[in-house]
Antibody
Framework: EVQLVQSGAEVKKPGESLKISCKGS????????IGWVRQMPGKGLEWMGI????????KYSPSFQGQVTISADKSISTAYLQWSSLKASDTAMYYC??????????WGQGTLVTVSS | QSALTQPASVSGSPGQSITISCTGT?????????VSWYQQHPGKAPKLIIY???NRPSGVPDRFSGSKSGNTASLTISGLQAEDEADYYC?????????FGGGTKVTVL
């Protein structure tokens, strides 16, 4: 069974750093792109970027380029999304999802990030 | 990079059919048959219900169907049921970009 399990909710202060994770299982982790999707409170889905764990090739949405870093450790089948300096506007639910060619076919349960002073 | 355009809300009575539109450009929706649709219930992760314009993943009821004409894709729900009340998002894929629509809230009256 394909599963993506994300790390737990985080509460951070503005300016702090953060790295959240997404662990894949039940399939060959290195053979599928993993994407990250933001959903701000009460708002829609926004594509942030994707990574191919096999060679760490990464593509970012222009809206998120330079704002976040996407990485992966194929040895432990885990993808990451990280911030070096959080802002209040980063408060959102973040989902990872497996990209099967053109579609996100499996999704993680989401990680809620709250940034507040 | 503009999002795809969807109506904010659509409603219908049980048993009726509704259609949600998703308008893009010739560079995304119109240029490729890589349109997907996702259903999201409150507090839940999105779920894939249509991919490559018309295809349904295993387990998705056949009352959900997709189509495309020009730069506009559509999701039709036939025989609307109470459990179909949710948010629906379209998405387009190209090798360099993925876009989502703004989402449509479906209300079952």
């Amino acid at each position: 069974e394909v599963q993506l399990v994300q790390s737990g909710a985080e509460v951070k202060k503005p300016g702090e750093s953060l790295k959240i994770s997404c662990k894949g299982s039940g399939y060959s982790f290195t053979n599928y792109w993993i994407g990250w999707v933001r959903q701000m409170p009460g708002k829609g889905l926004e594509w942030m970027g994707i990574i191919y764990p096999g060679d760490s090739d990464t593509k970012y949405s222009p809206s998120f380029q330079g704002q976040v870093t996407i990485s992966a450790d194929k040895s432990i089948s885990t993808a990451y999304l990280q911030w070096s300096s959080l802002k209040a506007s980063d408060t959102a639910m973040y989902y990872c999802a497996r990209l099967d060619y053109s579609k996100f076919d499996y999704w993680g349960q989401g990680t809620l990030v709250t940034v507040s002073s | 990079q503009s999002a795809l355009t969807q109506p904010a809300s659509v409603s219908g009575s049980p048993g009726q059919s509704i259609t949600i539109s998703c308008t893009g450009t010739s560079s995304d929706v119109g240029g490729y048959n890589y349109v997907s649709w996702y259903q999201q219930h409150p507090g839940k992760a999105p779920k894939l219900i249509i991919y490559e314009v018309t295809n349904r993943p295993s387990g998705v009821p056949d009352r959900f169907s997709g189509s495309k004409s020009g730069n506009t894709a559509s999701l039709t729900i036939s025989g609307l049921q109470a459990e179909d009340e949710a948010d629906y998002y379209c998405s387009s894929y190209t090798s360099s970009s993925i876009k989502f629509g703004g989402g449509t809230k479906v209300t079952v009256l």
